[in-house]
């Protein structure tokens, strides 16, 4: 949004660039401070100093109340009267564009209201008492959530605390970060007036923690505007530099952006879609970061088309028009209307390629679609109205409550956790800087916000807060993952949880933590646990395991019994191969080897199978009466404290023997565990392998292949 386009001479709906009129009058506040200290109006009649800001509100609430815009207006400028913005303007000057700007996005008359007292309480003699008598409980709220903001002196110890002030009112009423960007914009619009150090000051405030926030709450019309005016200021050569740029694209004669819309306008009138085609020229910064990506500009790279329809389908229904009757770039589309982003955005994405080579970026919504894209939450008219029918079930988490969105409340929760304000602070910026977000789905069909490069660790905490202390893995997209694996857009994810509340998260978490939430919280136990806090990996205290384990004892005497094995070899020595340990019912084979003595092997088995390769005579083999019987299980799972005394519990408890057991050193967080068992009978076997599986942090069992113990 440029600042024609937030002070028109006649004002209206905050449109595309394309539809800014070049030119038009900048409305001039100096002659409007002037107006509201003559006192113009009288109290029947709206002053003429607020003309505009009512103009634009009607533009949106056609039918909508005036009179407490009237007098919140008279108080203003009463309460101000006598005071000037370091400009020499009246300060009056500065609620009244607050006021404007609110009201082009749409916003509803209490957030109106409460913008044009917004500096009363902090700068005059008015009270919250005398606001609350006059306006009721919602402006009064408004206006102490602003007023708690304080003017910012930017100094490097007032910020954090400021900010953190700023974000707990915003949780409460979302509106009121509203005022504040509003505010800022008006301000940045003015900032010539202040020193050049002072300017740069502001302006990195700007840009590291008010315009991440715009992003975030979807108003993009203030956000593209105080990016332009942040670069101006601190990149005041590359601005130039950009603006030249732009300034001779418009004087060129060649206008492809212009053909190809007159082309998409006959294919969807011949499709039988009513759609407005504009022109939405690209800001300052936009230009640059795609000059910084492509290097030499061409016409077309200076703007985007954008389609407006009247319903969801039809947006499809323009999609597939254009990628019929032009060549779509297949890796320029994306779906924000199917998966909504986190700060309540929706549109198709598309580029298209003419047949001569030219190549336009296509945006694709609805009229809704782009009132909220440009305006965000200010859009989305009085959001704390009763609603008019009770959320589906089965909504979307991040769009039940829009007014405050869940990143927003992972954001409050996080910031009242961090121990300082510098923390805070320094993990806000952190936080902020990561600018784009995934959807991750929940197995219940909910959605999980994360930041790009996210991991299973944050998405446990994400979802269930500290209690994700006792996370030991997790699935993804229905495959075993460890809590490091990287989470990509659309993933499904399966949090495995562990019973052990005891246990918590190691220090090597944190490399792969990228949400605050995850961070502070893993810091958090850490801190108070200052032992060595137990790692994902299984330890071995000599109280649960010795060390070092006994290896399987491969000698003669130690061979299990196998005397439920029959071979028709009359005399021969039966034993049950040790590389994968048959049990009935398993069907088996055998081989003679050296020393009359024949082994039985499941069918199948690797050493079975390569000791028919080398010629081996095969010996008819089968069970005879059920019996007592050794068998080798593979215990895989994620590392936790105390896994292995709760699994060989779960083995004792089935009355199986333990002859032999080792564990392999962890890794990437997963761990091995071989057990040699003496079963009673080899019935017992499927419920021992139920019952180990059963232990948290296992999560599969497998009979024993060892392809090595094969050799005989």
């Known amino acids: 949004m440029s600042a024609e386009a937030t002070n028109p001479a006649t004002p209206g709906p905050v449109t595309s660039g394309a539809q800014r009129r070049r030119g038009r009058a900048r409305l001039d506040l100096r002659r409007l401070g002037r107006a509201a200290l003559l006192g113009s109006g009288t109290r029947d009649r709206l002053p003429d100093a607020i003309g505009h800001v009512a103009e634009a509100h009607r533009s949106h609430y056609p039918d909508a109340d005036l009179e407490p815009l009237r007098r919140a207006y008279v108080l203003a400028e009463s309460s101000h009267r006598g005071q000037t913005r370091k400009s020499g303007e009246p300060y009056i000057t500065h609620p009244l564009a ?68 700023m974000l707990v009112a915003t949780g409460n009423d979302v509106r009121v970060m509203s005022i504040k960007l509003a505010d800022r914009l008006h301000n940045m619009r003015t900032l010539g007036v202040m020193r050049p150090e002072k300017q740069a000051r502001i302006a990195k405030v700007t840009r590291d923690v008010l315009i991440p926030l715009a992003e975030r709450l979807g108003v993009q019309a203030l956000k593209t505007e105080l990016e332009d005016l942040v ?128 190549v336009a970026e296509v945006l694709i919504r609805t009229h809704q679609m782009h009132q909220v894209a440009e305006a965000g939450v200010v859009a989305l008219r009085n959001p704390y109205a009763p609603p008019s029918e009770e959320p589906s079930e089965g909504a979307d988490d991040e769009r039940v409550d829009p007014t405050r969105p869940g990143w927003l409340s992972r954001l409050l929760d996080w910031q009242q956790a961090a121990p300082d304000p510098d923390t805070f602070w320094s993990t806000l910026r952190e936080d902020l800087a ?47 993952a460890t809590l490091s694996t990287v989470l990509r857009d659309g993933d499904t994810v399966q949090l495995l949880m562990g019973q052990d509340l005891t246990s918590g998260p190691s220090r090597e978490w944190l490399d792969h933590a990228r949400t605050p939430a995850a961070r502070i919280a893993i810091r958090r136990w850490l801190t108070t646990h200052p032992t060595p806090a137990p790692t994902p990996s299984v330890q071995r205290p000599p109280q ?169």
């Open 434 to 480: 990561q600018d784009r977000e995934i959807a991750v789905f929940r197995p219940d069909g909910g959605t999980l916000g994360l930041p790009a490069g996210a991991s299973c660790v944050d998405a446990a905490y994400a979802q269930y807060g500290e209690d994700a202390h006792a996370c030991i893995g997790a699935r993804v997209n229905g495959r075993l």
């Open 544 to 712: 649960q395991v010795p060390a070092p384990m006994p290896k399987p004892d491969t000698s003669e005497a130690s061979r299990p019994a196998a005397a439920n094995a029959v071979v028709d070899r009359e005399g021969a020595s039966v034993r049950l191969a040790g590389c994968c340990t048959p049990v009935p019912p398993d069907e088996i084979t055998a081989f003679a080897v050296r020393g009359g003595v024949v082994t039985v092997h499941r069918v199948g088995c690797p050493g079975g199978e390569r000791m028919k390769e080398v010629g081996r005579a095969e010996v008819g083999v089968h069970w005879g009466d059920t019996a007592e019987c050794r068998v080798t299980l593979i215990a895989e799972s994620f590392g936790r404290a105390h896994l292995l005394a709760d699994l060989t519990e779960a083995i004792a408890l089935e009355g199986v023997a333990i002859i032999s057991a080792t564990v392999e050193p962890p890794t990437q967080q997963r761990v091995r565990h071989t057990y040699t068992l003496q079963l009673p009978d080899a019935a017992h076997l499927p419920g021992l392998m139920r019952a180990m599986r059963a232990v948290p942090g296992v999560y599969d069992v497998n009979r024993a292949q060892h392809p090595a113990a094969a050799a005989h």
């Open 98 to 165: 607050v006021t404007l700007i609110l009201a082009q996005l749409g916003a509803e008359i209490t957030t109106l209201t409460a913008s044009l007292l917004h500096d009363t309480v902090e700068d005059t003699d008015v009270t919250l008492d005398q606001v609350r008598e006059e306006f009721g409980e919602d402006v009064c709220y408004l206006v102490d959530g602003v007023t708690k903001l304080e003017k910012v002196d930017y100094g490097a110890a007032a910020e954090p605390e400021t900010f953190r002030k």
């Open 231 to 358: 670069f101006a200021i601190l990149h005041p050569e590359e601005c130039a530099q950009v603006k030249a740029m732009i300034a001779a694209n418009e004087e060129s004669a060649d206008d492809p952006l212009g053909d190809i819309a007159g082309e998409v306008r006959g294919v969807l009138r011949d499709a039988g879609i009513t759609a407005e085609v504009l022109i939405r020229p690209r800001h300052s910064v936009s230009v640059h970061r795609v000059h910084r990506k492509r290097g030499d500009l061409r016409a077309s790279d200076f703007g985007r088309l954008l389609v407006l329809v009247n319903e969801d389908a039809d947006c499809y229904g323009v999609l597939g028009e254009l990628h019929t009757c032009f060549t779509p770039v297949v890796s320029e589309f994306k779906d924000f209307i199917a998966v909504p982003k986190f700060n309540l955005y929706q549109s198709l994405h598309t580029a298209v390629t003419r047949s001569d080579g030219e």
